[in-house]
């Protein structure tokens, strides 16, 4: 997610913003995954915490409120997508949501 949709998210719900979060998918190592040249590895900072993740991807977890959090996350992302497209920027080529 980009700095300013997360700032929009923060601003209006921060709880809903650290769950969002705190599902980001950590970073297995640098010799876990791809090695030390892994172009995945993301830095992603929120309310003061730093972490490194897999590419930003999140991993919701399987309960009720959770596929509630899904869907106001897309909900967000299709609002970025759409400021993008009205911006003439380019929209992202790939958004991944999954659980592993």
Known sequence: MSTLSTVK???SDQLFAMRIYNALKNCPGFNNCYGERCLA???HSFNGQKRL???GSVEPGMGKNDFNDVREFFS???ELINEKILNNEKPPEKIILCKA
């Open 9 to 11: 998210i923060a601003q």
């Open 41 to 43: 590895r993301t830095p």
């Open 53 to 55: 993740t897999c590419h």
């Open 76 to 78: 967000h992302l299709n």
